[in-house]
């Protein structure tokens, strides 16, 4: 069967496009003052990759995620899902969303929990069952399917809320720190979950404090500080250090190896893979949101000369 031209469309589409976004809250009592949560943000993911946002508590990655969802709107700016708006419903009919703190109902088994939703998508019969029993199979929770959330730990009930997501089988995957408050065992089975997601060609949108695991994970990244974007783009090219290069080498001797420079091309030993040397997220992170810092200050201790 051919494609509609709508879905071509759609395909050649960014998963998600975020143009020149601002928030604004307005504060009580004070209609001329304004909190701003983000400013002048633009974000490309494209589908199929794992696209971390990082930065700091109330660096405003979980308004962004919102914004990006239709759940509240920007003070100005727009963005897409898609090649969709997103202030329009059936720009989300292609997303699953966990948010950090999800709610659900500990009267209700996993399996429960899983029908519920996947009616609210308006999954019925055969085709939920079969979805319920693969998603539960996809999060390790076979096991548990008949246990009430009251019982789930922490990390059962992430891996719970990530089956939920999944339940009308989404394009894009929305997640707010997924990993909050999950002991390292948990952390880990995420972790795996989410690089399966993208194995199976699912675009991934996190936000993430936990700058070790993101380093795992994400393709790209972006980093935002006081609401602005920082930094951005793919973490090998951002986490190189210049003018550093690594080479690894298979079967080299001692010798071989203090001498490496003069006698590579002419020796026996394999060379497996050259790179740039890499610093690390949590460095560049610092580095980043540091220099944003000054930034700021500088900005502020200008603006005081002047009145």
């Given at each position: 069967m051919t494609d509609s031209p709508r879905r071509g469309r759609a395909e050649a589409d960014p998963?998600?496009?975020?143009h020149s976004l601002t928030k604004i809250f307005p504060v009580p009592l004070h209609p001329?003052?304004?909190?701003?949560a983000v400013k002048d943000l633009n974000l490309r993911i494209e589908p199929g990759e794992v696209f971390g946002l990082l930065g700091p508590n109330g660096s405003g990655?979980?308004?962004?995620l919102k914004m990006i969802l239709g759940l509240v709107s920007p003070t100005r700016g727009r963005t897409e899902i898609f090649g969709r708006d997103s202030r329009l419903v059936e720009s989300r009919e292609a997303v699953g969303f966990l948010p950090e703190n999800p709610y659900f109902y500990k009267y209700l088994s996993g399996e429960e929990t899983l029908r519920f939703f996947g009616r609210l998508c308006g999954l019925r019969g055969a085709h939920l069952k079969e979805r319920i029993n693969e998603l539960l199979e996809l999060v390790g929770l076979t096991r548990a399917r008949k246990r009430r959330l009251g019982t789930y730990s922490k990390g059962m009930l992430q891996r719970i809320g990530l089956a939920q997501a999944l339940i009308h089988d989404p394009r894009l995957v929305v997640l707010?720190?997924?990993t909050a408050g999950v002991d390292p065992a948990g952390s880990r089975e995420i972790r795996d979950l989410i690089l399966d997601l993208k194995r199976r060609g699912i675009t991934v949108l996190l936000s993430s404090h936990l700058l070790a695991q993101a380093q795992?994970?994400?393709d790209r990244v972006g980093i935002l500080a006081d609401g602005v974007l920082v930094r951005e783009g793919h973490l090998r090219e951002l986490i190189a250090i210049e003018n550093q290069t690594e080479l690894v080498i298979a079967d080299a001797s001692t010798q071989l190896v203090n001498e490496i420079e003069s006698v590579i091309n002419r020796s026996n030993a394999k060379l497996i893979e050259?790179?740039?040397s890499t610093t690390t997220l949590e460095r560049l992170f610092l580095e980043a949101t540091a220099k944003n810092d000054e930034a700021r200050m500088s900005s502020d201790e200008g603006m005081t000369k002047q009145t």
């Open positions: 998963a998600v496009a975020v001329a003052r304004g909190i701003v990655k979980s308004t962004t707010d720190e997924p795992e994970i994400c050259r790179r740039k």
